[in-house]
């Protein structure tokens, strides 16, 4: 297991860079890193990233890339020049397109490859046509993700154990939909809380609404940061 000093990333999912920037000022000490996703990165493109990154803590684009391999490789290799420190693509665009990704960003940035996300269940995966339960299909991706020489995978904590065993103690396990004790699940239907996602296995925690729609996100962090022993 590689886990970070610090594993909580906060993730900034708003279209507004004045609020990511409040929100990242906010949490930053009690945060390992931050998140910008679709939302933002759609409303603000590469200068909102740089803004992100200009914070100072490491930066997780979970972009999702999925196309064929040259397009994903060229998206790759312009986001990996804004100094973003892992980008994410989807394992079931295959092993070509995994590759692609990887030699395009140039060690510039961390690749790590979706496996299953955390709002699907297995009666979802069946209505989309995969065989086999969620956590089985997890670790088949994350073993390809592996094969093609991708860092790591984001993945349920729910498939954590599996995956580690599949892909061994180094490969980085990013989870997302951590959930503190008593929150709202939202639309999250595989979760854990941050502890117990550490304790399976977890490098790191994407920790999005419990903290960022909290009255208060820095106590909300540092709570979170308390439950892992870190504050």
């Known amino acids: 297991m590689t886990t970070a000093p610090n594993p909580i990333y906060v993730a900034l999912d708003t279209p507004d860079v004045k609020t990511a ?3 990242a000022e906010a ?7 931050l998140k910008v996703g679709l939302e933002f990165v ?3 493109g590469p200068e909102g990233i740089r803004a992100i990154v200009a914070l100072g803590l490491p930066v997780f684009l979970d972009v999702k890339l999925h196309d064929i391999p040259t397009t994903v ?6 986001l990996a020049d804004l100094g973003v420190s892992i980008i994410n693509i989807h394992a079931s665009g295959g092993t070509a397109m995994m590759k692609a990704a990887k030699e395009a960003a140039g060690g510039k940035a961390k690749i790590i490859a979706v496996t299953i996300l955390t709002s699907l269940d297995d009666e979802d995966m069946q209505a989309v046509g995969f065989a086999g339960d969620a956590a089985a299909q997890a670790v088949r991706l994350a073993r390809l993700a592996k094969s093609a020489g991708l860092d790591g995978v984001v993945c349920s904590a729910h498939d954590l154990k599996a995956v580690r065993a599949a892909c061994g103690p180094d490969f ?3 989870v997302p939909g951590s959930r503190p004790a008593g929150s ?4 999250q239907k595989r979760f854990t809380t941050p502890a117990e996602a550490r304790d399976a296995g977890a490098d790191i ?4 609404r419990p903290v960022t729609h ?7 962090c540092r709570q979170v940061a308390a439950s892992l022993g870190l504050a």
């Open 214 to 220: 909290a009255a208060d996100p820095r106590e909300a």
């Open 172 to 174: 980085l396990t990013v």
């Open 21 to 23: 920037r409040d929100l």
């Open 184 to 187: 709202a699940l939202n639309d």
């Open 205 to 208: 925690l994407i920790l999005g």
């Open 73 to 78: 490789a060229g998206a790759v290799r312009a």
């Open 42 to 44: 759609s409303a603000n």
């Open 27 to 33: 949490v930053r000490p009690h945060a390992g890193g």
